[in-house]
């Protein structure tokens, strides 16, 4: 009853309708993450008892904790800047404070990929699925965590994406201090080990050497938050290796089907350094870059690499039409990893039995916890329908279209239920 009169309240001041219905979505979204998806304020998924089941066994993907923590935090960034809610201000630094654990764990001001309580009664399912990763102890704020280390890019990368987002969407200055304090922390440790990811024990867990357009993305906001430290810095290497952002960008879109969580870190990169201004022949770099970027995946429905393109492009005729219908066709997904087999419904490609020709609908692509990082061409995966995905790859498309006014125009789901668990069948 409520939900009528106020349709009709709308429709009498010519307002649209959209706006609410896809709001609420996002909101049960929200307060779904708050209640099962942040225990230790690092995003992590839940295991349920069976694929019917809420009741939470375990928990799992802690080792991709660090880069959904940032991806959630650009989401609430964008939520806060539309909506000014207090609770978008809570997650947010609640996201910061979970950052601040993982820089906290290592000693050494690396990113650890997750930690959690030692007591925690999920602690040794946790343990046994990192282990391959190694896993230690450190005392956080005076409490025994394990920490998951072998850290990769990717969490960098998801990190400093949604520092920078909550940098550029959030005008307020204790937010600011924190990611200046976080960023500042993680580059002087990249930096003085000459951007390789280095564990406490001296092992070398990944680089960024050979990756300027990540160096760069990073250095952007550490010279924007703090530029008595990173600003010649930034200059420096800008000025001389701008030129080569491109190459790396150019290899990776050689192949689309493979490792596609790289279009992501790419697309996070991209809008790390062309969502704010530098010189024009540094810009004219980062842009080439972008444009190889995007010409390769245009054609991918993917809501997540539009939104992107949006904030430094910005919109089309073409976004506009899309953003609604991808994220529409997102609602309509399970958020459990049920298995799914697509064969009897696309042929494989290019002799992969796991590729199609082409691109499968959102609502019918394999189960996984971000959907916009899996390949559109993926045919089968998913598991049993017991881990739940946390759904950040709804939130953040969301709130940027929201930002960017893309989603005022259409109506939405607005009589959709809240998503029950749920089997994608093939026909």
Same mark, same amino acid.
């Given at each position: ?8 309240? =709308? *429709? ?14 996002? =909101? ?16 992590? +998924? ?7 089941s ?18 959630y ?43 959690v ?21 450190? *005392? ?22 949604? =520092? ?50 990540q ?14 430290v ?46 704010s ?5 540094i ?17 991918? +429905?993917n ?7 949006v ?10 039409? @899309?953003?609604? @219908? ?6 309509k997904?399970?958020? @459990? ?12 490609? !290019?002799?992969?039995? !796991? ?13 996984? +916890? ?32 929201r ?7 259409r ?11 749920? @089997?994608?069948?093939?026909?």
């Open positions: 009853m409520k939900r009528r009169v106020l349709c009709i309240i =709308l *429709a009498a001041l010519g307002l649209p309708s959209a706006l609410f219905a896809d709001e609420a979505a996002a =909101l049960r979204i929200e307060r779904k993450i708050r209640d099962r998806h942040m225990p230790y304020l690092g995003i992590i +998924d839940p295991v349920f008892a069976s694929a019917d809420t009741e939470i066994v375990s928990y799992t993907r802690c080792g991709d904790s660090a880069t959904w923590t940032g991806h935090l650009a989401a609430e960034a964008y939520r806060y800047n539309v909506t000014k809610s207090p609770e978008a201000r809570t997650n947010i630094m609640d996201a910061l404070n979970g950052i601040r654990k993982l820089v906290e764990a290592t000693g050494n001001d690396m990113l650890a990929r997750c930690a309580p030692v007591d925690s009664p999920y602690a040794s399912a946790i343990v046994s699925e990192e282990s391959a990763h190694g896993v230690h102890v450190a *005392a956080i704020d005076g409490i025994p965590h394990f920490w998951v280390g072998n850290t990769s890019r990717d969490q960098y990368i998801g990190v400093f994406f949604g =520092l920078t987002a909550a940098f550029q969407m959030v005008q307020d200055q204790e937010v600011h201090d924190w990611v200046s304090m976080l960023a500042t922390r993680m580059l002087v440790a990249l930096m003085d080990r000459h951007w390789q990811i280095t564990m406490p024990d001296g092992t070398v867990s990944s680089s960024f050497i050979g990756r300027p357009d160096q760069l993305a990073m250095l952007k906001l550490g010279r924007r938050m703090n530029p008595n990173f600003e010649s810095d930034y200059k420096w290497r800008a000025n001389t290796y701008a030129y080569a952002v491109p190459a790396p960008i150019l290899v990776e879109t050689r192949d689309l089907y493979n490792s596609y969580f790289k279009f992501n870190l790419d697309y996070a990169a991209m809008y790390m350094l062309l969502t201004g530098d010189s024009t022949w810009r004219t770099h980062y842009k080439n870059a972008f444009d190889i970027l995007r010409k390769a995946t245009d054609d991918h +429905d809501a997540h690499f539009d939104m992107v393109t904030a430094i492009t910005g919109r089309t005729a073409q976004m506009d039409e @899309r953003a609604p @219908r991808l994220l529409d066709a997102w609602l997904r399970s958020d @459990r990893d049920f298995w799914t087999d697509l064969h009897p419904l696309y042929a494989s490609c !290019n002799g992969d039995d !796991n590729q199609s020709c082409t691109v499968v609908p959102v609502e019918q692509r394999v189960a996984t +916890d971000f959907l916009w990082q899996r390949s559109p061409f993926q045919l089968w995966g998913g598991w049993l329908g017991t881990t739940e995905s946390a759904g950040i790859d709804y939130l953040l498309p969301y709130w940027m279209a930002y960017h006014g893309m989603m005022t125009e109506l939405g789901p607005s009589s959709r239920p809240d998503r029950r668990p749920g @089997r994608l069948v093939s026909q």
